[in-house]
């Protein structure tokens, strides 16, 4: 009887743990992830394009759907509003200015790359802040782009009080300086390349100015309620990371055709930025 007993309470301690480990799976079986290409967002347009992060999520039954947008603002309420799960591009300046009441937080580093962004005109003479003072200046507020406008402002004792903010993406900051709409365009990677290449006089770069850091962050919730999901994300910036190591020439290639640039362009653009993941 003794042994009857203890077979039916073994029994019931392994069933208790099978439901266990059951409840502990997740059961998501999709993540929406957003993503930023310009200005020069080399891990995102390649792992998208050679559907990296897709092979690796659905290995273990998880679709990946993906959004583009314009700017960390637009990523952040996003992810706040749970429209998407993941973001791979959003400055650490974008998540002070628009998370202070959302949960947010960091998985990894996407870039470093203060260098990258740079504030261009159509006036040869500016060569200091207090020659932009009353300007129109086209940026994407609270993001990279605006925190070198506002640490290039603050060298001069100036702030954005003195200059007109038009808020608007780089690349619509590009557009307008082309069209003679604004005076004063901050932008980066690619559409700073263009405007030094068609002879806009550069202000300055971020050197000096900024960090110029982008990550990769979810809701703190998601965070805490999905640690698995996480681990599959990592594994999937992980290989991005060395598939773009290992097939250089390619990866460029597809960058230069996501951004319409010459491979050239790309390369001399890549030297720029540090896509280390590491949080330091």
């Known amino acids: 009887m003794k042994k009857v007993i203890k077979k039916i309470v073994l029994l019931f301690i392994l069933m208790l743990s099978v439901i266990g480990c059951t409840e502990k799976k997740s059961k998501i079986d999709k993540v929406k992830i957003a993503y930023i ?12 394009n050679k559907k990296i992060y897709d092979e690796v999520f659905e290995k273990h039954g ?19 509003a749970g429209e998407v799960d993941f973001v791979l591009s959003v400055s650490t300046t974008a998540l002070a200015s628009f998370s202070k009441d959302n949960d ?15 504030i261009y005109t159509n006036f040869d003479k500016i060569t200091s802040p207090i020659d932009i003072k009353g300007m129109v200046i086209g940026v994407p507020v609270g993001g990279i782009a605006y925190q070198l406008l506002v640490s290039y402002l603050d060298s001069g004792g100036m702030t954005v009080e003195n200059v007109i903010i038009e808020n608007m993406t780089m690349k ?5 300086l082309k069209n003679r709409k604004i005076d004063v365009a901050v932008v980066g990677g690619s559409l700073a390349y263009n405007l030094k ?10 050197e000096g100015y900024i960090d110029g850091t982008t990550v990769s962050a979810v809701r703190k919730k998601f965070y805490k309620e999905n640690p698995e999901i996480i681990k599959i994300f990592e ?16 990866s460029m290639q597809i960058v230069s055709g996501e951004l319409e640039l010459n491979i050239n362009e790309v390369k001399l653009l890549y030297n720029d930025y540090d896509f280390n ?3 330091k």
Do not use: C, H, Q, W
């Open 62 to 80: 998880i679709k990946v759907l993906y959004s583009e947008m314009s700017t960390g603002s637009e990523e952040i309420k996003a992810l706040a």
């Open 235 to 250: 594994e999937a910036e992980a290989k991005v990371l060395d598939y773009i190591k290992n097939n250089p020439e390619e």
């Open 197 to 206: 290449k068609e002879g806009y006089k550069l202000i300055t770069d971020g």
């Open 37 to 48: 290409p310009f200005p020069l967002n080399v891990p995102s347009i390649v792992g998208k």
């Open 277 to 279: 993941p590491e949080i």
């Open 172 to 176: 619509n900051a590009e557009v307008a």
């Open 104 to 118: 947010i937080k960091i998985v990894n580093v996407n870039s470093r790359a203060p260098k990258s962004f740079s």
